[in-house]
């Protein structure tokens, strides 16, 4: 069963009250919900949530299921996610993503089998001048090579 | 009052409707899928497009609003080949379940397309795959590669049940109808939303697989559920009746009906009812024609005094029944049996009455009309010291309502000679042993008549079909029962039934008509 | 010609990101001196200023002021930095150096549209630039630059953020009002318009970053000041951000009526060495493809760009060199426009999946020579149709592509395999 911690549910109860309606705060009581619950949103965080706000769960569901950045289903602790779209695609940036599969011997979307990686293919991330590019959690990484890129990935904890 | 011009006929609107209303109301064909008069504007299905005059944009007409003088046209060449391409783009991942689909014969999809079809598909590439046969509650199945997705259904959950049970998950072509994982949709207006789909996304488990929709005749009626009286259309064949669905009636109904109305076909059908008649005498039951059994009953009671007669009547027949069955038994002694009548001022909001019967309101008032008062507790009384040695009892045909129905039959038979009518047969009636009769009645379905609903309202029908041919209505019974002979049936017009002028929410039924005998392909 | 530091002056301080160097430089003047007009006078003076809209639409900022109604219903000051649109970085840019300058912007212009509450919103993704937004604004409520009667002027204004959660969709401007109310980010009818029905179905007013940072610029320059740069129609500055096959890929700032070929061969640096000019793409991926030769003629204004059949649209410039298959990076568009299409409308949700998979089918040696006419008459008929220009936006490409590098189709349809790359999509980078 998923259940915030204390913290987190004063963030939720401030986001609550912080909008001019409480439907608002959805998206951002998801972001809290997701970072505590190991990278992704699940049907029980989605419960919870529904419980808490008092919105119904459809709602919220809807909300999730619509944005990218939740995860439905689980992830590494990384999750490297490469830029695809075109003015990255211009410099090479999917053979970068695919150099960090094969790298990390994984496939795109798939959680490494040491659980700490998940590599995807992701659409405009507004870096296009410092491509290719990758984000890692909140990170952005910029102006990467196939080497420059493994190298950060290595350095990760 | 704008004035506007559709298609060159002109009509005048309230302020503030859309150009779609304006097609309703001139009955006028418009492509359409997401609008819903019961519901909110959606505008996502953008099939309504016309083209109004000095705008070079052709706009949907279901969220423009009529200005005066406008000029409106959905038959230009540019407007039609707009809506062939945008029906076609419904149609790129539609699968092709024509076949096995209930929706077939009445499907928004087949519907347009014979009357905009592009008829030369170039959709090559591999179809969006999505979730088929979905569990989605208690009464409906979903079938999501076929939902068009014009969200009426949320729509519906949201604004007219207000459970919030539906949602439109996921974004781009990947979108799906659905409840959150685990819940159901589970409300008391679930099988509207039957209705409402333009295609075969939501059925019914109840109708799935049942009938082709071509072999079903319907026929307006009121439901006799409860004592709101929605209108609604009884679909029925020879092999039986199969479904009900809601008629639009602004003053009673609106455009919805509530579930338990749609279970009102089953008690109807031959295989629950009295088809014959039954004479007990002394623990021996024997058949006989209903006819002939009402004559009999006769003899019973013409040799009883009008003081040791009591008549038992429910709120399941019609105004006209109550009328010709008051003039004819000329006993005092009228019992209203009713059903739970605490519960009888309950009402969920929406349109469910605790009264479960359609016509109390109607047998009040023949009742006071006539002068006539009893009490309850009178008839059980007078059966019990023997004073009520006959007892008629026109009983319900809607047996589930009667909880009380077993203990009310039991202490009934007590009464000395019982002439029970009644549409549906019944384990109860093991209890008679006395002298009864059994008389089988017509259903509210094989007869014309008035049901008086809750407010007072008069709402007729019309016969539908015939089930039990040789059943009597409670008015035959009654000419029967007292010595006359049956009267020349009345070919006076029935009232119109409440607004013959009135717009279908199907609006493609006229279409579907005029493609019935003739294939009419769209420009090859 | 070179740029024009005129937004950017001083971009190249790292003190300008905090409230006393934004001070030490001339911040928060102007919003005195614009405490001191009247609102109507702002409004006005906006208008002749002729800034357009500079986040993609190119409306009339002033005009679109003045369609608030005239009565006390409270409105809403919405700031789009969603900038999902594929090549431009611009507004990141300006938040991460001078997050004051757009705030300024926006007290200034919610004071001329009598706006007590405004939000911006901002993608997702964008973690560094939220977080330096999120602290200019502390430092602005701590100096009463925001809350209750900002500097003695009897003017009350709060600003928050608003964080976005990964859809391009949300830079529309009625999708951002859906996703802030909390709903998913879907575009809404209209009519009405946001100015008369927007946020909380009040009016509401929805600007570019950019575009609210330059309203400083109008009330310290006035109307003049800043028409000196720019053409007639198209005045002021703008910030393009170049990226693709260039030397100097980055965000610059010239003034409108710039010369394209300036801007990738002087400003970007030119092609990478070996490499020729294509295509270019003027205005974000929306906008139609030009060849070459056209862009070499085009300049960087509104008027100029749709002579040329394409669009201003949001100033990212993106520079395609003779080393990429256009079949390629047009599969790439339309891998874009699916992934991000709302859903909504049937036209657009659709058109916008068969669009991506007539091309993958291409790209994959499947394609048939129908193909190619058929994406020009999808693309056709997803135009103008909509609830939203996403629709349209996805098809612009298509047809630009199709029509002007049509031999390069033509090829990959006969041959299975791609004209420039010699392979197939398979073997090019999967």
Request: aromatic share 10%; glycine share 8%; charged share 25%.
């Amino acid at each position: 069963m998923f259940q915030l911690s204390s913290e987190g549910l004063v963030e939720v109860k401030k986001e609550l009250a912080r909008y001019e309606t409480k439907e608002s705060a959805i998206i951002p009581s998801l972001f809290i919900a997701q970072k505590e619950n190991k990278g992704w949103v699940s049907k029980e965080v989605v419960n919870y949530l529904s419980n808490v706000m008092d919105i119904p769960e459809s709602k919220i569901n809807e909300v999730f299921k619509f944005y990218t950045m939740f995860n439905q289903k689980p992830v590494g602790k990384y999750h490297v996610q490469v830029c695809a779209t075109i003015s990255c695609a211009l410099v090479g940036a999917r053979e970068l993503s695919t150099h960090i599969c094969n790298e990390l011997k994984t496939h795109h979307g798939e959680v490494t089998e040491d659980g700490r990686f998940t590599v995807s293919r992701v659409e405009c991330l507004g870096s296009c001048g410092t491509a290719p590019m990758m984000q890692v959690n909140d990170r952005y990484y910029e102006n990467l090579t196939n080497e420059s890129a493994m190298n950060i990935l290595r350095g990760l904890k | 009052m704008p004035k506007c011009t559709i298609n060159g006929v002109h009509v005048e609107v309230k302020d503030g409707a859309t150009i779609m209303e304006a097609f309703y109301k001139l009955d006028q064909g418009i492509a359409h899928y997401c609008y819903h008069p019961g519901l909110s504007v959606a505008g996502v299905c953008r099939l309504c497009i016309v083209d109004i005059e000095g705008n070079p944009r052709p706009q949907i007409a279901c969220n423009t609003v009529v200005t005066e003088g406008m000029k409106v046209t959905n038959q230009s060449e540019k407007i039609k080949d707009g809506v062939k391409w945008v029906l076609d783009f419904h149609l790129i991942n539609h699968p092709l379940d024509c076949p096995v689909c209930d929706q077939a014969g009445e499907c928004g999809l087949q519907e347009q397309y014979m009357e905009y079809g592009k008829y030369n598909s170039e959709m090559a590439e591999p179809k969006v795959k999505k979730h088929k046969v979905v569990d989605l509650g208690p009464t409906v199945v979903l079938d999501s590669e076929r939902c068009v997705l014009c969200s009426r259904c949320v729509r519906f959950t949201d604004e007219v049940s207000k459970t919030n049970e539906l949602g439109l998950f996921n974004r781009g072509d990947k979108t799906e109808i659905g409840t959150f994982e685990g819940q159901e949709l589970n409300n008391k207006y679930s099988l509207n939303t039957v209705d409402i789909c333009p295609v075969g996304a939501l059925t019914s488990k109840d109708f799935r697989f049942r009938q082709r929709v071509w072999y079903l005749k319907n026929s307006e009626t009121v439901c006799t559920g409860c004592s709101t009286g929605c209108n609604v259309k009884v679909y029925y064949n020879k092999e039986g009746t199969f479904r009900v669905k809601p008629v639009f009636n602004e003053k009673v109904n609106g455009h919805w009906m509530c579930d338990d109305g749609r279970d009102i076909y089953k008690f109807v059908n031959v295989e629950h009812r009295q088809t014959v008649a039954h004479k007990i005498t002394a623990g021996q039951k024997s058949e006989m024609v209903p006819g002939l059994a009402a004559t009999e009953a006769y003899q019973v009671i013409k040799n009883t005094d009008d003081n040791n007669l009591a008549v038992v009547l429910t709120g399941q027949y019609t105004n006209e029944e109550y009328e010709t069955a008051l003039k004819n038994f000329k006993t005092k002694n009228i019992f209203h049996w009713k059903n739970k009548d605490e519960n009888w001022k309950d009402f969920d909001g929406l349109l469910i009455r605790g009264d479960k019967n359609p016509n109390s309101k109607g047998l009040e008032t023949a009742l006071s009309k006539a002068g006539l008062k009893s009490d309850w507790k009178d008839l059980e009384s007078g059966i019990t010291s023997g004073k009520f040695t006959t007892v008629i009892v026109a009983g319900p045909e809607n047996i589930k309502a009667y909880p009380c129905f077993d203990d009310r039959v039991k202490m009934i038979a007590k009464a000395e000679n019982v002439i029970w009518m009644t549409a549906c047969s019944s384990e109860s009636f093991k209890a008679f042993h006395n002298n009864a009769l059994i008389i089988p009645m017509k259903s509210y379905l094989e007869k014309a008549g008035t049901f008086t609903n809750y407010a007072g309202l008069d709402q007729s029908f019309k016969k539908a079909t015939t089930i039990v041919s040789h059943a009597l209505t409670l008015a035959e019974a009654s000419f029967l029962m007292t010595g006359q002979t049956l009267p020349m049936p009345a070919t006076a017009a029935v009232s119109k039934f409440i607004d013959d002028s009135r717009r279908t929410d199907q609006v493609m039924i006229e279409n579907r008509k005029k493609n019935e005998f003739v294939f009419k392909r769209g420009n090859l | 010609m070179s740029e024009v530091k005129y937004l950017t002056e001083f971009y190249h301080l790292n003190e300008f990101q905090g409230l006393d160097g934004y001070k030490k430089n001339g911040g928060y003047k102007e919003l005195e001196k614009a405490f001191k007009m009247k609102p109507e006078e702002i409004i006005d003076v906006v208008k002749k200023s002729g800034l357009r809209g500079r986040g993609g639409a190119g409306f009339s900022t002033g005009m679109k002021w003045g369609f608030l109604p005239k009565n006390n219903e409270p409105r809403y000051l919405l700031c789009n930095a969603d900038e999902g649109e594929p090549g431009t970085f611009k507004d990141r840019m300006m938040m991460e150096k001078a997050p004051h300058q757009l705030i300024e912007g926006m007290i200034i212009s919610a004071y001329a549209i009598n706006s007590k509450k405004s939000y911006i919103y901002i993608r997702g993704e964008y973690d560094y630039p939220i977080a330096c937004v999120r602290k200019a604004l502390e430092e602005a409520y701590s100096a009463g630059l925001l809350g209750k009667n900002i500097l003695g002027s009897g003017f009350d204004h709060d600003m928050d953020v608003y964080v976005g959660a990964g859809a391009y969709i949300c830079g529309e401007e009625t999708g951002m009002i859906s996703s802030l109310e909390g709903l998913k980010g879907q575009p809404k009818l209209k009519p009405p318009f946001p100015a008369v029905q927007g946020y909380l179905r009040k009016p509401t007013i929805v600007n570019n970053v950019e575009t609210l940072a330059a309203v400083k610029y109008i009330i310290r320059d006035g109307a003049d000041g800043f028409k000196k740069y720019g053409t007639e129609k198209s005045t002021g500055t703008k910030l393009f951000s170049l990226s693709g096959n260039v030397m100097k890929p980055g965000n610059f700032e010239v003034p409108l009526g710039y010369p394209l070929k300036d801007l990738i061969f002087d400003l970007g640096g030119g092609m990478k060495p070996g490499r020729k000019l294509k295509a270019v793409i003027p205005g974000g991926s929306s906008a139609p493809v030009l060849t070459a030769d056209e862009a070499m003629r085009a300049t960087m204004d509104y008027e100029n760009l749709a002579s040329l059949g394409t669009m201003l649209g949001s100033g990212a410039v993106i520079v395609i060199d003779d080393s990429q298959c256009m079949v390629d990076m047009l599969g790439t568009l339309t891998h874009f426009y699916h992934h991000e299409s709302c859903g909504q409308c049937t036209p657009c949700r659709e058109g916008t999946g068969w669009l991506d998979k007539i091309v993958h089918s291409i790209l994959e040696g499947r394609g048939r020579l129908q193909d190619i006419d058929l994406l020009i008459k999808v693309a056709d008929n997803m135009k103008g149709r909509t609830i939203c220009a996403l629709s349209d936006a996805a098809a612009l490409p298509v047809l630009s592509f199709v029509s002007k590098f049509r031999e390069e189709f033509e090829f990959f349809v006969r041959e299975g395999r791609s004209q420039v790359k010699g392979t197939q999509y398979a073997q090019m980078h999967h």
